[in-house]
């Protein structure tokens, strides 16, 4: 079953993280990555831009609006996501307590619906 492992933590920029900081954070998300799909359940992974390059695009009463800024305005940020083919919750809940991010954020752990894949979309079984 596919899983979307959401990681929030609160947004820094690179002069506030320093180098040590982003080289900290690079190398434990390749080792979680690695490790990811070395057990064969990674799907995707995709680090976010920080939230001030979002644009949000809506439609309100057939009008067009778009918007500098994140959907959501928090203290915290949607940093990235890891989509995982695991068994059950169990499993993706053990995936999600070894996010590097948990150490300074939360991990979101979502079923997924459905997906598309070759062409259709498909129950999430």
Avoid: C
């Avoid at 695991?86 to 997924?112: K, T």
Wanted: avoid cysteine; aromatic fraction near 10%; proline fraction near 7%.
């Amino acid at each position: 079953m596919r899983y979307t492992l959401l990681l929030h933590y609160p947004e820094m920029s690179p002069e506030e993280l320093g180098p040590e900081g982003q080289e900290y954070g690079q190398r434990a998300f390749a080792a979680y990555a690695d490790a990811l799909s070395a057990a064969g359940v990674l799907l995707s992974a995709e680090v976010l831009q920080p939230s001030a390059s979002t644009t949000t695009v809506r439609t309100r009463d057939g009008r067009l609006h778009i918007q500098d800024g994140p959907y959501a305005d928090t203290k915290e940020q949607l940093g990235g996501s890891f989509v995982v083919d695991v068994p059950d919750l169990d499993a993706a809940l053990g995936w999600a307590q070894q996010a590097p991010s948990v150490e300074w954020g939360a991990v979101e752990v979502r079923p997924g619906a459905v997906f598309y894949a070759d062409g259709a979309w498909r129950p999430n079984a």
